[in-house]
């Protein structure tokens, strides 16, 4: 099993920046792919970007250039660094590790950027 505690959401003026933590109750060098996903209201939760135990990222085209995910093994945390917000990432936040066969998810952190 692995808990996930995201934090470091909140408003933020379009344009702005926001850094997100997800914190692993386990070493995340045991966890194949961790990663952050995005549900907005009324549209269903899509991937925003990955990060592979060899360390390889992925991001959905809408947020490539201006967020980056990384990650401190030392705290067993990934974060998401977002800049140029726009109003379109408002969003809940999710992280996702994924321990073949299983998929968990922390309880969502709510982003809301003002235009």
């Known amino acids: 099993q692995v808990q996930l505690v995201e934090s470091g959401g909140g408003l933020v003026q379009a344009g702005g920046s926001l850094r997100l933590s997800c914190a692993a109750s386990?070493?995340?060098?045991?966890?194949?792919?961790m990663g952050w996903y995005r549900q907005a209201p009324g549209k269903q939760r899509e991937p925003v970007a990955t990060?592979?135990?060899?360390?390889?990222?992925n991001y959905a085209d809408s947020v490539k250039g201006r967020f980056t995910i990384s990650r401190d093994s030392a705290r067993n945390t990934v974060y998401l660094q977002m800049n140029s917000l726009k109003p379109e990432d408002t969003a809940v936040y999710y992280c996702?590790?994924?321990?073949?066969?299983?998929?968990?998810w922390g309880q969502g952190t709510r982003v809301t950027v003002s235009s």
């Open positions: 996702n590790a994924l321990t073949p066969p299983t998929s968990h």
């Open positions: 386990r070493n995340i060098f045991s966890i194949n792919v």
């Open positions: 990060i592979t135990l060899g360390g390889s990222t």
